[in-house]
């Protein structure tokens, strides 16, 4: 299965209007500025004064979200660096190009999961992987919603739920969620393999005679039913949620863009959601930073920068934007006052790593035809709206 396929458009609705472009977008860090890129979503440049080394990075959409550590990162090993943000397969297929995609060609990649680097390296082009902070994939429920449902309690405390609970919920009509797509982005795919892992038992890897039981299907098909919403990027569907709060009140995504829409939710004084971690199996970003080995006069500069990337200051800043950089899910910066306003219990963030009972993914091989039968089997259809234009300028030859 190539990464064109596995990147085809997967499922909520897809409207189609021609194509209008053009429209920029904000960084908030003080030196970056932003384009808009019909091919890539965003691009942010960090510009460092009198830096002599630059490189370019492909990188998920989520990492939107820590654009303080990397302005500071930058600025530390005096490295200009442009992130073109894109789902997590689309950097998977630049691997499979060795860096290149788009028209672009990248030193580096920084998805959300490290199984896409692993899918992606084909050609054996990466060098120095590491990981730059952890999040887990949870459901964001509206606290109403999650009361409703018997989840979680007034105080904002949750309560354990199953991904059989979950999937009782959507199968009687009491929930609807939205998500990303699986064969588009990681946390939608990574979403999707917890629940083929939960369901199937949640003690070992998937096997190929697991994907090809019926029962299983039925069940993961019943799970993604619920899907009402979808999208390409993780990011967007958080800011999806936070500019429609009263149309959407669940998501599946990760725990730090869960935390950044409560926080853009209560500047607004709406309700917030609350983290939602599935007692029987969960998926782990952990947000590898790698170098792509296409050209010997960029390895320096990566390595400066991934030196401060993964420094004591950038993990704070991290943490501080809703993610983990402790060891097995741990916050190292717990005490610290802007940690402690991002993992808020009003909001069911749980802080103790304990409660993630991290899935144990399968090889590459069984990863593609599951996304493969989510894509053919699995994903709720799409419905696409053809806009024809019947306007003068489009008579006769156009």
Same mark, same amino acid.
């Given at each position: $299965? ?52 630059? @490189?370019?990075? %492909? ?11 990397? +302005? ?6 005096? &490295?200009?660096?442009? =992130? ?7 950097? $998977? ?5 060795? /860096? ?16 896409? @680097? ?6 054996? =082009? ?21 009361? +409703? ?43 999707? $393999? ?10 070992? %890897? ?16 019943? &799970?993604?039913? /619920? ?31 869960? @935390? ?13 959601? #609350? ?23 960029? +390895? ?30 741990? #916050? ?44 053919? =089997? ?6 696409? #709206? ?13």
């Amino acid at each position: $299965m190539n990464a064109r396929k596995l990147g085809a458009a997967a499922g909520g609705i897809a409207l189609i209007v021609g194509l209008f472009t053009g429209c920029g977008s904000t960084n908030s860090a003080s030196n970056a500025t932003s384009d808009g890129d019909s091919n890539s979503g965003t691009t942010a440049t960090y510009s460092v004064d009198g830096a002599k080394d630059s @490189i370019r990075i %492909a990188s998920g959409s989520e990492n939107k979200e820590v654009s303080g550590a990397i +302005e500071q990162a930058a600025k530390q090993s005096k &490295v200009s660096v442009t =992130v073109d943000y894109m789902g997590s397969l689309d950097v $998977m297929d630049a691997l499979r190009n060795k /860096g290149h995609h788009a028209g672009r060609d990248y030193d580096a990649v920084w998805p959300a999961s490290s199984m896409w @680097i692993t899918m992606g390296d084909i050609k054996h =082009v990466v060098k120095d992987q590491v990981s730059t902070s952890t999040t887990p994939v949870v459901f964001g429920v509206k606290q109403s919603k999650a009361e +409703e449902l018997g989840w979680a309690n007034t105080d904002g405390t949750t309560k354990l739920v199953s991904t059989k609970d979950i999937m009782d919920a959507v199968k009687a009509k009491k929930l609807s969620f939205a998500m990303t797509s699986a064969t588009q982005s990681n946390s939608g795919a990574s979403a999707y $393999m917890a629940f083929l892992t939960a369901l199937n038992g949640g003690k070992s %890897a998937l096997t190929k005679d697991d994907l090809n039981d019926a029962s299983l299907r039925k069940s993961v098909k019943t &799970v993604l039913s /619920g899907v009402n919403r979808s999208s390409g990027s993780s990011d967007w569907l958080k800011d999806m949620v936070v500019n429609d709060p009263d149309t959407n009140d669940s998501m599946v995504n990760y725990e730090s863009l869960v @935390i950044q829409a409560d926080k853009a939710l209560t500047a607004k004084n709406k309700e917030p959601l #609350l983290a939602v971690y599935p007692s029987d199996g969960i998926a782990i970003s952990d947000s590898p930073l790698a170098y792509v080995d296409r050209r010997q006069d960029k +390895e320096d500069a990566f390595k400066r920068f991934s030196k401060s990337i993964t420094s004591k200051d950038s993990k704070k800043l991290f943490e501080q934007a809703g993610r983990r950089t402790g060891s097995d899910g741990t #916050l190292a910066y717990a005490k610290d006052a802007k940690v402690k306003d991002s993992f808020r219990k009003e909001w069911g963030v749980k802080s103790d790593s304990s409660v993630l009972k991290t899935i144990t993914m399968p090889s590459s091989d069984i990863i593609e035809q599951a996304l493969d039968q989510y894509q053919t =089997v699995l994903r709720k259809p799409a419905y696409t #709206l053809w806009v024809v234009d019947y306007s003068g300028s489009m008579s006769g030859k156009g």
